[in-house]
């Protein structure tokens, strides 16, 4: 059992930055592979950006690549906590969705159905 949470979103220009936070708990968290993902009205949910457990190895979707960046923050001390961000720059009016943090459970990084844990979404908004 793990839960996910995020914060961070918003409204903001385009041209601008956001950086959306995921803070995750449960047992042994840390050494899980997370992802964001997002959903925009009237789309389907789609990868947005992972980072792997162990090396920190990261991919992202072609459309957000040299705009986004995740990277995670381990609790030194517990194990069962960990932080995840994703910093977005340049932002565009088509990344307007609301951005999920999930917990990879196996297979590929990209497919939604791949995580078991998800928070509620965050809400961003960029307007042109």
């Known amino acids: 059992q793990a839960q996910v949470a995020e914060s961070g979103g918003g409204l903001v220009q385009a041209g601008g930055s956001l950086r959306l936070s995921c803070a995750a708990s449960?047992?042994?968290?840390?050494?899980?592979?997370m992802g964001w993902f997002r959903q925009a009205p009237g789309k389907e949910r789609e990868f947005v950006a992972v980072?792997?457990?162990?090396?920190?190895?990261?991919?992202?979707?072609?459309?957000v690549k040299g705009r986004f960046t995740i990277s995670r923050d381990n609790d030194q001390t517990d194990n069962d906590k960990t932080m995840v961000y994703l910093q977005m720059n340049n932002l565009k009016p088509e990344d307007t969705a609301v951005y999920s943090c999930?917990?990879?459970?196996?297979?590929?990084?990209?497919?939604?159905?791949?995580?078991?844990?998800w928070g509620q979404g965050t809400q961003v908004t960029v307007s042109s």
């Open positions: 999930a917990v990879h459970w196996f297979g590929t990084y990209d497919t939604a159905r791949n995580y078991n844990y």
């Open positions: 980072i792997v457990w162990g090396n920190d190895d990261t991919y992202y979707a072609d459309s």
């Open positions: 449960g047992r042994g968290i840390s050494s899980y592979t």
